[in-house]
């Protein structure tokens, strides 16, 4: 199984971007989903969380622009990124989590501009 991450992209400070990931050769058994994010010199760092049921978290920066979304019968997640900021750039990585093990995304380089 293999996630495919799409969607990253140059834009303007305000401009939104749509996050996109689906698990490709197989469903998996959904517990949680979630994009990470690596600015460059930084660790990586939790963006939103979806979990199986409809909840959500977000980090602090994010809260209020950002929206998660997740179909755990196609094993896809989304993240709505509106009014980016240049401190959003970065390269993002989705997460699934299933009840025996996780898989992680080839990162999608957001980069937005001043």
């Known amino acids: 199984v293999q996630l495919q991450a799409s969607g990253g992209g140059l834009v303007q400070a305000g401009e939104s971007l749509k996050l996109s990931c689906v698990a490709s050769?197989?469903?998996?058994?959904?517990?949680?989903m979630a994009w990470y994010r690596q600015a460059p010199g930084k660790q990586r760092e939790l963006v939103a969380r979806w979990l199986s049921g409809g909840s959500s978290i977000y980090a602090g920066p994010v809260k209020g622009r950002f929206a998660i979304s997740g179909d755990d019968a196609k094993s896809a997640v989304y993240l709505q990124m509106n009014s980016l900021k240049s401190e959003d750039t970065a390269v993002y990585y989705c997460?699934?989590?299933?009840?025996?093990?996780?898989?992680w995304g080839q990162g999608t380089q957001v980069t937005v501009s001043s």
């Open positions: 997460n699934i989590v299933t009840y025996s093990r996780e898989y």
């Open positions: 050769g197989s469903t998996l058994p959904v517990a949680a």
